[in-house]
């Protein structure tokens, strides 16, 4: 059964979270405030093996991750457990607000970055928005994200073998998310634009990544910019 399965069989209760952590002390701190937020903590793990092999049974909706973690570093934790589950969303709690370390979380397929100096508030608030599937930084490291999809989409396309795939067909109101998304907006603020609700967003989200076959909101804005949707 793969995470996805197991989150769609436990029904819409609270959000499931994983807090990954190499320091107990913290890890048991932000583990508790989830907790009393309303968070359901399904599981927690002190080092990078240790959190993929948890969170293959634990199926949480969201993986709180600490980079600088023994035996596996973060990004690669982030990278396989996203690439066997892309319904998991990972939101970064680093003490690290290093641009370089910023971009590699996100390249690796997380949805959000937070510093370890954001209040119990803000980390509660960002996991939610996380779940939701909005991109989460910690202020100044959005316009850095985004600067960093402009340049990634300025760049050759590797060559690939044989001729030009035909473009996929996107409905008028998948593109017009699609811009949304580029232009570096949350589905929230999407959703208030268009006059949808934010499930609907998602929806029109994840119906896109399917039929371009990509896996994260990172690939969807570098090909929405390539195409210069991002201006229009």
Known sequence: MTGQQERDGAGAGAIRVMVVDDHPMWRDAVARDLTEAGFDVVATAGDGEQAVRRAGAAAPDVLVLDLNLPKKPGVQVCKELVG???????????????HADVLEAVKSGATGYLLKSASTEELTDAVRRTAAGDPVFTPGLAGLVLGEYRRLASEPAPPTGGGEPKAPQLTERETEVLRLVAKGLSYKQIAERLVISHRTVQNHVQNTLGKLQLHNRVELVRYAIERGLDDA
């Open 84 to 98: 066997a589950d892309p319904a998991l969303r990972v939101l970064v709690l680093s003490a690290s607000g290093e």
